[in-house]
């Protein structure tokens, strides 16, 4: 009982001693290890991973049983191993310091309020998918949010209009000269098309997908974009982000997949939206 008491008393002190700084600490490495766990996770890493974990585990072995050459040997393997981790992940860190350098941090203070701009670019690309889905032409459409693709927007056509259904109908039309590339969509209008995106190097990517999810995927691993894609084969809705991509959608789930990620809504909320303008011009 003696040591129950004793125990529960140093825990309370050592709880009472945590300050504001240090629950900030605890809360920035916790969303660092969760962001380089989802990192690992997207970029199919994992082995690599465990690899190096398997030769710090050895050293410290070796470390601890005093074994001198070991400890030497794997010593110099993890020097080396720093410099040979910059050269197999530098796309990763490559694409990892684009999204920090090319980021605009003023629109992360300036998100109250969502532009009636947007929500009508997601109605138009909604019902221009639906119709492509159809006639299974293919499609692929970037949203452009924080992390800017002045790159990949040069690689296109500027086109500089605003988002409509018929004009991206047109655009993914089999016989024009833009349908191969992907149209990029910044601020509610599309910037450029029959742009060249990325193509994901993760080896875990199912063989099924072609080349349009792939570069889908690659675009939404080197930025923050919402990437539509339209499959040509089976004329299947997918959306990628953050590297996943969430296939065979419907048309409902599309939209509210579009809706959460760019106005944080759902669908219904933005039917009852458009309803209540059908009404009010009725009314008119």
Same mark, same amino acid.
């Given at each position: 009982?003696?040591?129950?008491?004793?125990?529960?008393?140093?825990?309370?002190?050592?709880?009472?001693?945590?300050?504001?700084?240090?629950?900030?600490?605890?809360?920035?490495?916790?969303?660092?290890?969760?962001? #380089?766990?989802?990192?690992?996770?997207?970029?199919?890493?994992?082995?690599?991973?465990?690899?190096? !974990?398997?030769? !710090?585990? #050895?050293?410290?072995?070796?470390?601890?049983?005093?074994?001198?050459?070991?400890?030497?040997?794997?010593?110099?393997? #993890?020097?080396?191993?720093? +410099?040979?981790?910059?050269?197999?992940?530098?796309?990763?860190?490559?694409?990892?310091?684009?999204?920090?350098?090319?980021?605009?941090?003023?629109?992360?203070?300036?998100?109250? &309020?969502?532009?009636?701009?947007?929500?009508?670019? !997601?109605?138009?690309?909604? +019902?221009?998918?639906?119709?492509?889905?159809?006639?299974?032409?293919?499609?692929?459409?970037?949203?452009? =949010?924080?992390?800017?693709?002045?790159d990949v927007v040069k690689t296109g056509t500027v086109v500089d209009s605003v988002v409509q259904a018929e004009l991206l109908k047109n655009i993914f039309y089999p016989k024009a000269p833009?349908?191969?590339?992907?149209?990029?969509?910044? %601020?509610? =209008?599309?910037?450029?098309? &029959?742009?060249? +995106?990325?193509?994901?190097? %993760?080896?875990?990517?199912? =063989?099924?997908?072609?080349?349009?999810?792939?570069? &889908?995927? &690659?675009?939404?691993?080197?930025?923050?974009?919402?990437?539509?894609?339209?499959?040509?084969?089976?004329?299947?809705?997918?959306?990628?982000?953050?590297?996943?991509?969430?296939r065979h959608l419907s048309q409902e789930l599309f939209e509210k997949l579009l809706r959460n990620e760019l106005l944080?809504?759902?669908?219904?909320?933005?039917?009852?939206? =458009?309803?209540?303008?059908?009404?009010?011009?009725?009314?008119?």
């Amino acid at each position: 009982m003696e040591f129950i008491n004793t125990a529960a008393t140093f825990i309370w002190s050592n709880i009472r001693s945590i300050g504001i700084a240090d629950i900030l600490d605890m809360v920035i490495v916790a969303f660092l290890v969760y962001r #380089v766990m989802s990192w690992v996770v997207r970029s199919g890493s994992a082995r690599v991973i465990r690899g190096i !974990i398997l030769v !710090i585990i #050895v050293l410290w072995v070796a470390t601890l049983l005093e074994l001198k050459v070991v400890s030497f040997l794997m010593g110099k393997i #993890v020097e080396l191993g720093l +410099l040979a981790l910059i050269v197999i992940f530098q796309p990763e860190l490559r694409r990892m310091f684009e999204k920090v350098g090319s980021a605009k941090y003023t629109s992360l203070f300036n998100r109250s &309020g969502v532009s009636r701009e947007i929500e009508a670019a !997601i109605d138009q690309t909604v +019902l221009a998918c639906a119709d492509l889905s159809y006639t299974k032409t293919g499609a692929i459409i970037v949203f452009e =949010r924080t992390v800017a693709l002045d790159d990949v927007v040069k690689t296109g056509t500027v086109v500089d209009s605003v988002v409509q259904a018929e004009l991206l109908k047109n655009i993914f039309y089999p016989k024009a000269p833009l349908h191969d590339g992907a149209v990029i969509i910044r %601020n509610a =209008r599309i910037m450029s098309a &029959g742009c060249m +995106l990325p193509l994901s190097q %993760n080896p875990n990517l199912s =063989r099924d997908l072609g080349m349009r999810h792939r570069a &889908g995927i &690659g675009m939404s691993e080197a930025s923050d974009a919402v990437v539509v894609v339209v499959s040509e084969e089976t004329g299947g809705l997918s959306v990628a982000v953050d590297g996943m991509l969430k296939r065979h959608l419907s048309q409902e789930l599309f939209e509210k997949l579009l809706r959460n990620e760019l106005l944080n809504e759902d669908a219904e909320q933005g039917k009852k939206k =458009r309803a209540a303008k059908v009404k009010k011009n009725e009314k008119n």
